[in-house]
């Protein structure tokens, strides 16, 4: 199974809350093809309602097994790619889970309660590498409908007992 591996650096955002209940939200921004060499959480934009931290580098990693979904992704007209955040309760405030291109990965991501998982726009660099890796690995698969194995049936519709069998 072939498989790559890049980092990717990525932004954040913490947004106030408007509502009854005082408190705030994450959600992933951007995703840039390179790690800057800024040090994570640095605070990049500041404004009374939100501010963007560098969260640092991440990995994203693409298996040729996933291919297919790669090919969805790529096949929607606007690539994007998965990241899952975790809040913690020290510093730095949120943990990056992961970030993936494959979509069925990002949904499955989800079904930790904890996570907090969201879509960046893929960027141009990283949608060619994906587009090349996919056409590197992609083997077609047919598909094959499993076929019922049918029980013989008596006239009222009971199963029949292979000869012999005393049960």
Request: with cysteine; proline share 10%.
């Amino acid at each position: 199974m072939a498989r790559l591996e890049r980092l990717v650096g990525l932004i954040v955002e913490c947004r106030k809350i408007v509502g009854p209940w005082p408190g705030f939200t994450w959600a992933p921004v951007q995703v840039f093809p390179t790690p800057p060499a800024t040090p994570p959480w640095t605070r990049l934009v500041s404004s009374p309602e939100a501010v963007q931290y560098y969260a640092g580098a991440a990995a994203l990693e693409l298996h040729s097994s996933d291919t297919e979904q790669y090919g969805t992704n790529l096949a929607s007209g606007a690539p994007k790619l998965w990241v899952a955040l975790r809040a913690e309760g020290c510093e730095p405030p949120i943990e990056v889970v992961a970030v993936t291109a494959n979509p069925s990965e990002g949904e499955a991501l989800t079904e930790a309660g904890s996570n907090i998982v969201d879509t960046v726009a893929m960027p141009a660099e990283i949608a060619a590498e994906l587009a090349a890796f996919f056409a590197a690995h992609h083997e077609e698969r047919p598909f094959y409908k499993r076929q019922r194995d049918r029980s013989e049936r008596d006239t009222q519709g009971w199963r029949r007992r292979p000869a012999g069998s005393d049960k």
